[in-house]
């Protein structure tokens, strides 16, 4: 099995003080996205989602759009702008995931409305996707669709889980055909059968005005 390991940091640029700087591993389609460091002095991949009201994709759109999709880029623009509060930036350099796992570490800091963090996955060239996140409002982990500029609700885990903001916790996706399991530190707790097998483009999502700490992005 084939192990992807899509590296936060940037290579040959630290990152000092409150000053924050864009992604290299990964397009930034919604919302505000920066390498950032932790309360550890860890570089990690930041979320700052308090300007969401703004309703604006991440800048530079098109560009990246072309990037992804090439010449197919228009129809997922228009889906992109149909719901920008729900910030989202795609991995680099995993063109296809299917059938494997994806997992990642989350902190979640701030955010009144929504305390967010989820993998994204199964991204089309029509800017249809599926999530898989954790609301520290809601103490849920949940699979959320987004298709045809409509967002809906498919499936919640078997039990709630409270995390305090701060700590460092793991989402993990196991997928295998159509069929789909999510664990929140390693524990499984979400089985659901897709209507169709996996196969897109996957990165990190969040929520409104949520702000959260992404880390250790892997995909197999």
């Known amino acids: 099995m084939k192990k992807v390991l899509i590296s936060i940091a940037l290579l040959s640029l630290a990152v000092a003080g409150s000053v924050s700087v864009p992604p290299t591993a990964f397009l930034a389609i919604v919302g505000e996205w920066s390498v950032a460091k932790d309360a550890a002095g860890k570089t990690v991949l930041q979320v700052d989602g308090r ?8 800048a530079g759109l098109a560009a990246k759009a072309r990037t992804i999709y090439g ?3 228009e129809e997922f623009i228009d ?15 995993v063109d296809d995931f299917h059938d494997g796992e994806i997992s ?24 249809d996707y599926l999530t ?5 409002k809601e103490d849920n982990l949940v699979l959320w669709t987004f298709k ?19 700590e ?12 789909l399991r999510g664990f929140l530190d390693d524990k499984a707790i979400l089985d659901y059968t897709l209507a169709e ?17 992404f880390d250790q992005f892997v995909v197999k």
Not at 81 to 93: E, I, M, S
Not at 105 to 126: E, T, V
């Open 197 to 213: 097998p996996v196969s897109g483009k996957v990165g990190v999502w969040s929520k409104t005005d949520s702000v959260s700490q």
């Open 71 to 73: 010449a197919k880029h």
């Open 148 to 166: 045809a500029g409509k967002r809906s609700f498919v499936k919640k885990a078997s039990e709630n889980v409270h995390i305090p903001l701060g």
């Open 132 to 136: 898989v996140r954790f609301n520290g």
């Open 104 to 127: 990642i570490r989350f902190r979640l800091l701030a955010g009144q409305l929504d305390q967010c963090a989820g993998i994204l996955f199964n991204l089309k060239p029509n800017g």
């Open 51 to 58: 300007q969401w009201i703004k309703g604006q994709p991440s």
């Open 168 to 179: 460092w916790h793991t989402i993990k996706i196991a997928v295998s055909g159509t069929q």
């Open 79 to 93: 889906s992109v702008k149909a719901y920008a509060y729900f910030p989202y930036a795609v991995a680099k350099g």
